[in-house]
């Protein structure tokens, strides 16, 4: 089911037999001794298979360096399309 909302977005609910595609952009930041964020630098943006509800994060990381840092990493969703 799909609605129009405020801001022209289709919203569409996404039943655990679809699957998304999700572009996501991974970030690397850097905190000051109150755990704020300073600085960020973008590390990659691509597009991932999430598949009932699986965890994005968890798709990305199969994309990353094996000694990035989980501390110092962070991923958002950019865009995502159903199937």
Known sequence: MGYINPSSKLIISNPDNMNRQVKVAVFEVSRNEDNKIVSSKLVIELWVEQKNGSSIEL???KHLDKDF???TTIVREIYSVNF
């Open 59 to 61: 798709a990305v990381a």
């Open 69 to 71: 840092d989980p501390e």
